[in-house]
DNA sequence: TAAATAGTGTCTTTTAGACACTATCGC
DNA sequence: GCGATAGTGTCTAAAAGACACTATTTA
């Protein structure tokens, strides 16, 4: 029986992984966060053919000896510089002619920014460019996004990565009402009334006070820290945190 | 300026693909259905080293000119032998060590066979094997499941097997409620008794029935047939057919 | 005290659960 | 009519929206 011909051992000793076809593997980054309180991304505009000058998303090919995550991860700080920041896969790419110059598969990650973070990705990369992002409308969830130059001028995206960054947005409106993302756009303290901007801008929406504070304090996410804002000249608002889950 | 020192036709004649590293990619498919009722996947027995004894998702190589979703749709026919079926892709797995002969990165995906595809699929690939998968509990959605033989013994899961399917199921659970893949588990014309059962043996729970009806019948995606079930010795119930989404 | 925003109270509307009730079929 | 399940009506409970109201700060 083949069973019981070799051990685990002796079979990969033999094994020669050369007889498979191989693929190039990347990992691509939609870098989004707000800017002006408006969704953005951080773009690249393409130096090289193909698509030389449109716009492309962050990304990086996955080392052979790298996890997925730890390759989106490296990207992440090559690109932005920093660690802290939320990083989740979104879907992988795989259209045979989705780029002109070989087979690539991309797995492709969405990177949750806070305004901060977004500043200092802009500061530590400067070929970087915040790029404004409106749409899908959330009545036609499955549209296109529109992109915007910070002047406001339209940008033509790369490959496929209008269709990567659309998802985005659709990930982020459908996981902002259930799970803790929407506390990855914000600083560590954070008042009610910006988890509710946030909440507003991602979702494109206005949204009821009250109702929003009861549902947020009933979440149980939220952790009071017991301080107020300053520099404000009216009544300072509580600074929450986000409770980390169990 | 390099932009202009060739058109983009000249600079694809000229690239060389072969300077980037590769990777073997595969696609893995749960091949999810209802088996008297509750929740079963089709897995095939390991005969070969590694993870020998095991027990392992049907999957295969993504060809060099094949798109991912082509090669999960070629798997499933090859595998189950029927086109017909729900397929969505679900998460793509790619750590280092998750298969010891070598870097393998696999896109997984689900896919919903209705009792008759299920039962098809079995006498089509006789190396399938029809496994109970319960959990993770609702009530602890990051939990694995336990997957049994047909005669009730449970089943070791190869590589990261374990998560994949772990993961389809949360996948189905939390779509179910605002999407149409319960109606890819039931055949074309179905009962609100029968979709409901669906659901319940997804969840893990029991369902209100009126509450249920009601839902799902203000949500739209039901069509009346005006046809009743056949074959009852009781009073039969409508059949209804899922609306084709917008 | 005026201006501005934080935060609350409460009424209404909607949605979901509970559960008994009626309807309809084969026999 | 009986048994069994389909399908409905209605009460209650919980959640969401509307919106006015009070509270607290700086200037």
Redesign the interface.
């Known amino acids: 029986m083949?069973?019981a011909a070799?051990?685990?051992a002796e079979?990969?000793a033999r094994?020669d992984?050369g007889a498979?076809?191989?693929?190039?593997?990347t990992v691509d980054l939609v870098l989004l966060g707000l800017r002006d309180g408006r969704p953005a991304a951080l773009l690249r505009r393409r130096?090289?053919?193909?698509?030389?000058?449109r716009w492309a998303l962050p990304g990086g090919?996955?080392?052979?000896?790298?996890?997925?995550?730890a390759a989106a991860a490296r990207v992440l700080s090559e690109k932005a510089g920093l660690p802290g920041a939320h990083l989740e896969?979104l879907?992988?790419?795989?259209?045979?002619d989705r780029d002109?110059?070989?087979?690539i598969?991309t797995?492709a990650y969405l990177a949750l920014l806070d305004e901060r973070a977004f500043a200092g990705a802009l500061e530590h990369a400067p070929d970087l460019v915040p790029a404004g992002v409106t749409g899908p409308l959330p009545e036609r969830p499955d549209g296109a996004v529109s992109v915007t130059s910070p002047k406001g001028e339209p940008l033509g995206l790369a490959f496929d990565h209008g269709d990567i960054l659309a998802l985005a947005v659709r990930r982020l409106r459908g996981k902002l009402d259930y799970s803790d993302v929407g506390f990855a756009l914000l600083p560590e303290r954070f008042t009610l009334r910006q988890l509710q901007d946030v909440h507003e801008a991602i979702l494109c929406t206005t949204l009821n006070k009250s109702a929003f504070r009861r549902r947020m304090l009933d979440a149980g996410r939220l952790a009071p820290t017991g301080a107020r804002e300053a520099g404000t000249s009216f009544r300072p608002a509580e600074l929450f945190r986000a409770r980390r889950a169990l």
Chains 1, 2 share one sequence.
């Open positions: 083949t069973e070799f051990t685990e079979f990969l094994y992984p498979y076809e191989r693929s190039a593997v130096d090289q053919h193909p698509d030389l000058g090919f996955v080392g052979p000896a790298e996890d997925l995550d896969q879907y992988t790419f795989g259209a045979v002109p110059r070989m087979r598969i797995v």
